[in-house]
């Protein structure tokens, strides 16, 4: 079995699963093909982030993203504290050098390969609709699609994104700039 948490776990509510503590997102649990670890390494992470984060950006006719090692080396650094404090939530204040979007993804240690964490934030498609933050998802929730459209904002140039574990769980923190969801705009501007 493995379980994954979205950074607000938008996908869990609307499929009707019950969080057991109201200060923590749902859990969900999916079945995994087999009992095998994903692959991991600094090569493959960096190859997936950028193939299906560009695959998402290609979908809807955005340049695609190019590899920063700053934002990667402040992604890093949150990862560790979220896998050091398992605290699941976006950091707060001032993110690294430069103004930085942040998308999370918890799931089970070693259950997820990275393409597939990317894709969860990407499958958030379905529920979006052109408009101006934060008036851009079909549930009424911008939090539903805001994995989605930082991906896919068309003013961001960079991403850079990095991996920490706790004994437990996988904590993906990715890192963008310009940063996206910003109110009042549309992804396309």
Not at 71 to 82: F, G, I, K, Q, S
Not at 169 to 181: A, K, S
Request: hydrophobic fraction near 40%.
């Amino acid at each position: 079995m493995r379980v994954h948490w979205l950074a607000l776990a938008a996908l869990a509510m609307l499929a009707g699963c019950a969080a057991p503590d109201p200060d923590e997102p749902p859990r969900v649990t999916e079945l995994r093909p087999d009992d095998r670890p994903a692959a991991r390494g600094d090569a493959l992470l960096r190859r997936a982030m950028l193939v299906e984060h560009n695959a998402a950006r290609a979908a809807v006719g955005a340049a695609p993203l190019t590899w920063s090692d700053e934002l990667a080396a402040d992604a890093a650094r949150y990862a560790a504290v979220l896998a050091a404090t398992r605290d699941f939530k976006h950091s707060t204040g001032v993110r690294g050098r430069i103004p930085e979007g942040e998308n999370l993804f918890m799931g089970s240690r070693g259950a997820y390969r990275y393409d597939e964490m990317v894709r969860l934030w990407a499958d958030e498609r379905r529920f979006y609709r052109a408009g101006a933050v934060p008036d851009i998802s079909t549930t009424g929730r911008w939090q539903d699609v805001g994995h989605y459209t930082q991906i896919v904002w068309r003013r961001t140039s960079q991403v850079g994104c990095a991996l920490a574990s706790s004994a437990r769980d996988d904590y993906l923190v990715c890192r963008y700039t310009p940063p996206g969801n910003v109110v009042g705009q549309r992804v396309a501007d």
